[in-house]
């Protein structure tokens, strides 16, 4: 996909507001940690051809376009929701919870909010709920990007902390090695125990 067609649908947005935000969420398919979403605002869309799903990026790269997304646009937010709460209300209910605080603070009368594929629930403003929408829209990709860099280092930090899962390197998916480990050590505080997971096989 080009950069002009992913930005195209935030400036035929922008044509009816002044402000789009996009947000997104990463980590809630991980066995541990938090959920983190992050919201991104813009008045006007800039052109950066390495601004797209954080997945097609590598981690270096990623950080380096965060960093540029963070100084280019106008507002962002990063909410965590912890395990305690997902556990508490199920992991859906607290992605929405941090997508609507997300877009509360960040969001004005004149906003409209484009997430990707999950429906936040009642915001004060439009919001697009749009599936794979960090593939065709800049803003939703650019704070896919900027969730992606802050909760992968955040989980190599809690990594360090706590070696025996492996979160450094898996960052809290179902890997086999995490699985393994779940196996062998037992699950920690920062695990979801209302998240099943699947045994390695010998």
């Known amino acids: 996909m080009t950069q002009r067609s992913l930005g195209s649908k935030d400036r035929a947005l922008l044509k009816n507001a002044r402000q789009i935000i996009g947000i997104d969420e990463?980590?809630?398919?991980?066995?541990?940690?938090?959920?983190?979403v992050c919201g991104v605002a813009f008045r006007r869309i800039p052109r950066n051809p390495l601004v797209r799903d954080s997945k097609r990026l590598s981690p270096r790269r990623r950080l380096e376009v965060a960093e540029w997304i963070r100084a280019s646009c106008d507002g962002w937010l990063l909410t965590e929701v912890w395990v305690e709460l997902i556990d508490r209300v199920n992991i859906l209910e607290a992605t929405r919870l941090a997508m609507r605080a997300t877009a509360r603070t960040l969001s004005s009368a004149d906003?409209?909010?484009?997430?990707?594929?999950?429906?936040p629930g009642e915001i004060s403003c439009p919001v697009h709920a749009v599936p794979a929408a960090d593939d065709s829209f800049f803003s939703v990709a650019a704070a896919s990007i900027v969730a992606k860099v802050h909760r992968d280092h955040l989980m190599a930090d809690l990594g360090l902390r706590y070696p025996s899962w492996s979160w450094k390197s898996n960052k809290?998916?179902?890997t086999r090695e995490h699985r393994r480990a779940l196996q062998q050590s037992g699950p920690s505080f920062l695990h979801r125990k209302s998240f099943g997971w699947s045994p390695v096989l010998p």
């Open 26 to 36: 990463v980590g809630r398919g991980c066995l541990a940690g938090p959920v983190v």
């Open 111 to 119: 906003s409209i909010v484009v997430i990707d594929h999950v429906d």
């Open 172 to 174: 809290g998916y179902g």
